[in-house]
């Protein structure tokens, strides 16, 4: 099971460890590049992971296990004169930017296997930024338990409302114990990472936040040709589903299917390639369904 953290779910020490390079960023030259440099980890020199930032050589070596290509990221919890050392890996560059990016990316993917002790767990965060030092979104996600096999992990990207398009980003990867039982991790805690990749730019926008209902309003325009705003409110952190239907049930479009914060989000719906008709909008969070009617005029 995955776990999403929101930015105040995550402990001071550990917020810290995420984020201490993040706030050392100095410089950022844009690049027409929109996914993660040196994504499937192929490329070392000395040890050293091309185009990141890794904390240890020790705790952050190159393995000849894979997903794509032939070869991943190892972390691994090292005994440091008989102190636990955790593995961090960040996406900065040399002059210390972050990784470029172009889009208001949906999620962050990538494959894993985890083999954690104690209480460890990997650990993945995404922060998105315009400029050097303005975030404008961000997503991480705890990963507990020993998976064996290439499992695929989403981090979802949640961004602040009429924030601007980001232009770089900062990912870190960690392997460390978020039990709050002091320690830092446990020696020999291990984990392989690879293929990371951003997922296409989301369609919807977070609006406003913390609402006090779970809600479905009509859509704007309607009757519409070809395109329709629909907005809806979740008032706590839920998977959220908003799926177009025909009048004959048939599935048309998933416009939202992800776990979301608590907001007011509002959502595209574009009926270009759709014959003229009645249409369905149904909002489903937990037990709570919500359905509304939509008619597309050409």
Do not use: C
């Not at 590049?33 to 490329?43: D, I």
């Not at 409110?233 to 025909?246: A, G, M, N, R, T």
């Amino acid at each position: 099971m995955m776990v999403i953290l929101n930015n105040h779910q995550l402990g001071g020490s550990m917020k810290l460890n995420i984020l201490f390079i993040s706030l050392s960023v100095f410089y950022f030259t844009p690049v027409a590049f929109s996914q993660p440099l040196n994504n499937s980890f192929e490329n070392w020199t000395s040890g050293m992971l091309d185009q990141w930032f890794i904390d240890s050589p020790q705790a952050v070596s190159q393995v000849g296990v894979a997903h794509e290509g032939s070869s991943s990221a190892k972390l691994e919890v090292i005994d440091l004169g008989g102190f636990a050392f955790i593995p961090i890996m960040q996406s900065l560059t040399s002059t210390f930017g972050g990784h470029p990016v172009s889009e208001r990316h949906g999620s962050l993917q990538g494959w894993y296997q985890s083999m954690p002790l104690g209480s460890d767990v990997l650990i993945v965060s995404v922060i998105m930024l315009e400029g050097s030092s303005n975030p404008v979104g961000s997503g991480a996600i705890t990963i507990p338990g020993t998976i064996s096999a290439w499992t695929q992990f989403t981090v979802p990207i949640f961004y602040v409302p009429g924030s601007p398009t980001p232009d770089n980003t900062i990912i870190t990867i960690q392997m460390a114990d978020t039990s709050g039982s002091g320690e830092s991790g446990t020696i020999g805690s291990m984990a392989y990472v690879d293929y990371l990749t951003f997922t296409a730019p989301s369609n919807v926008e977070q609006i406003s936040g913390l609402p006090g209902n779970y809600s479905l309003s009509q859509n704007y325009p309607n009757p519409f040709n070809p395109i329709t705003n629909i907005e809806y409110s979740i008032p706590e952190q839920s998977l959220v589903k908003l799926i177009v239907y025909d009048v004959l049930g048939n599935e048309v479009a998933i416009l939202v299917d992800e776990e979301q914060t608590a907001g007011t989000y509002r959502s595209d719906f574009t009926a270009e390639n759709l014959a003229s008709g009645l249409y369905f909008a149904q909002l489903k969070v937990g037990e709570y369904v919500q359905t509304i009617k939509m008619s597309l005029l050409k």
